[in-house]
């Protein structure tokens, strides 16, 4: 049974909106945003625990899969797209998922959200197995397509995680590892994809890049692993090189091109 009343439905603090000057919805937006951060931080201990719970399944062979439905969807789907680039992993490590598949991604799909069943479906296009986790994200912590693909999982001792941004959620019970973010009622009253959503996403940025440097993604502070997609990124590559080596931006560029990765370029030197 639903939880009647999610915290992300409450009523805004603000009234008459459409009679504030441009300035007053800025400020008074961005008064409400400020308040995200402190709740992320509250949060640490339990983001801790799913973290260090993903990396031990990883170091197996684990993936991790996020679940979720329209805007909750689209962040995982978001932070699961840029592991690849950033740390040069393979795309079926970090899979995003959303309710409606990827269609949903940019358009609606009606009802997807209230299908029990289907997110196991789509896990299961996977070959999910015990080695995975599974993080299901929904502000109002009541989606049912999130809430019935962590049950599944759990079934199938499959370890999971939720993100929601309601105290006592339906998805929280569901989950090994919740994580509650009550931020609030949104400046405009149940659009989730503002303070709600801004949680969510500083949580999975938190959760992917403390997973990746575990797993030796990471050299100093540098992506030495990342794909060098563009120039702007060949560029960044050499003068990680540059500065690592203290050699000049030709020679990096050179070395940069015949090992095509920082981490090859950087491997090799010191095995010279």
Request: net charge neutral.
């Amino acid at each position: 049974m639903k939880n009647k009343y999610p915290d992300t439905e409450k009523e805004s603090n603000y009234n008459n909106l459409e009679k504030m000057s441009t300035k007053e919805l800025l400020v008074n937006i961005n008064a409400e945003d400020k308040k995200v951060a402190h709740v992320v931080e509250a949060q640490i201990p339990n983001i801790e625990k799913l973290v260090d719970a993903i990396v031990s399944k990883m170091k197996l062979g684990g993936r991790l899969f996020y679940i979720g439905a329209g805007t909750s969807g689209r962040l995982g789907i978001l932070d699961a797209s840029e592991c690849p680039p950033t740390f040069g992993v393979s795309a079926d490590m970090v899979i995003g998922i959303i309710a409606g598949g990827d269609f949903a991604i940019r358009k609606a799909v009606e009802n997807a959200e209230d299908d029990f069943e289907q997110a196991w479906i789509d896990l299961s296009k996977h070959n999910i197995n015990s080695l995975d986790v599974v993080v299901g994200i929904a502000a109002s912590g009541n989606t049912p397509y999130v809430i019935g693909g962590l049950k599944k999982a759990q079934e199938n001792n499959i370890i999971t995680g939720s993100i929601t941004c309601s105290k006592y959620s339906l998805i929280s019970k569901e989950a090994n590892y919740p994580i509650e973010l009550v931020v609030g009622p949104e400046f405009l009253t149940g659009s989730t994809r503002m303070k709600a959503g801004t949680s969510q996403k500083l949580v999975l940025n938190m959760i992917t890049t403390s997973v990746m440097i575990q797993l030796g993604k990471v050299k100093g502070n540098k992506m030495v692993d990342m794909q060098l997609s563009n120039k702007k990124l060949v560029q960044r590559g050499v003068e990680m090189i540059v500065d690592a080596l203290h050699i000049d931006e030709k020679l990096a560029a050179q070395l940069l091109e015949e090992h095509k990765s920082v981490r090859a370029v950087l491997l090799s030197k010191n095995k010279a």
